[in-house]
């Protein structure tokens, strides 16, 4: 999805103060990485990195306790979704709708079949012709979280399907989910990983897929070398080091979520879909979600999501990523003056 996605501040002429409409979130300060970075950046500019980042992926592996075999870095979970469609090129591939839409665009890319699901498989069986399926989990644009032993069950029901989970979103939830141990244990689970929205830095693009050995090795074959830039590798070393250097308090932001979720319900005039993260989807009773974003950017400078091009959605969803407390008022006194206008 080239255009219509979130954080596209560039498109908009006047400033924007506050964005609601990426998935990230201001409760994770990364000066830390920053003040790290802007030392290293000389001497990393003038060398060329590892053109597999072998060494980064020994280190996540450890950290993951799994073998350096079972890690594949990218160049942000983007690259991995390309990477396994071009891999598996021309099978018949499913999408948990309504997601992210690279799944989507990335398997017809390379000739898959697609298929949209909306309901969970009945009895935990999939169609026997299907050969790979695609789910977020935390799911964006929801934020819903699906039950893990159901998960488990229906990998464990289909063994002809590859299930390509994408847990980039797996830091800002406590529902459990498959951890990385457990998920390498499966022959058909690939699990995607994103390092730059846990510490905020979506523009350094790195993630990193895990999985069983022999599939992590049959992806590399696909991956061209050099696809992670040598300042993404070096804020991946010293995150992977310094695990708790950019500390986030999950509890503290979901509680502030609940209190802007709980402050937009009782407008009236929005429907808050359930979710487990710090960021939610929102329907309209009354208007289009594309009129309120441009009132709301070019009369307050705030950025939401408009969430109406996500498949199985329609004009009148939009989705937010709950920020602090300042912001949040900010955003639900616009709101009000909209409702008044």
């Known amino acids: 999805m080239i255009e219509g996605h979130g954080d596209d501040l560039y498109k908009y002429k006047y400033p924007i103060r506050i964005n609601f409409s990426s998935n990230l979130t201001d409760w994770i300060d990364a000066t830390p990485l920053r003040l790290f970075l802007r030392e290293r950046v000389g001497e990393v500019l003038s060398v060329y990195p590892e053109p597999r980042p072998f060494t980064l992926e020994s280190r996540i592996a450890s950290h993951l306790h799994l073998l350096p075999d079972n890690v594949c870095v990218t160049n942000g979970a983007t690259e991995a979704i390309y990477l396994i469609a071009q891999t598996f090129t021309g099978i018949r591939s499913a999408v948990f709708q309504p997601t992210f839409s690279e799944y989507a665009d990335a398997a017809r890319m390379y000739g898959h079949r697609v ?18 399926l695609w789910l977020c989990n935390p799911n964006n644009p929801t934020g819903q979280v699906q039950d893990k032993e159901a998960l488990a069950l229906l990998v464990e029901n289909n063994p002809q399907v590859l299930f390509v989970i994408d847990q980039s979103y797996e830091d800002f939830t406590f529902k459990p989910l498959f951890s990385a141990c457990e998920a390498a244990k499966y022959p058909n689970v690939l699990l995607l990983h994103s390092l730059t929205k846990r510490y905020a830095m979506p523009g350094l693009r790195l993630g990193f897929l895990t999985g069983p050995a022999p599939l992590v090795a049959h992806l590399r074959t696909h991956r061209m070398p050099w696809s992670v830039n040598g300042v993404a590798l070096e804020a991946g070393l010293f995150l992977t080091e310094h695990p708790n250097a950019i500390p986030f308090d999950l509890s503290g932001c979901l509680k ?4 802007l979720v709980s402050r937009l319900c009782a407008m009236g005039v929005f ?24 009132y709301l950017a070019s009369e307050h400078g705030i950025l939401i999501r408009d969430a109406s091009n996500f498949e199985g959605l329609n004009e009148a969803f939009f989705r937010l990523s709950a920020q602090r407390k300042e912001d949040n008022d900010h955003l639900l006194e616009a709101m009000a003056q909209w409702l008044e206008s």
Request: glycine share 4%.
């Open 115 to 132: 298929v949209s699901l909306y309901q969970w498989p009945a009895h935990g069986r999939l169609p026997e012709d299907l050969q790979m």
């Open 271 to 294: 429907e808050v879909w359930d979710s487990d993260t710090h960021f939610f989807l929102v329907r309209l009773r009354m208007g289009h979600s594309s009129a309120l974003k441009d």
């Open 256 to 259: 502030e979520k609940e209190r």
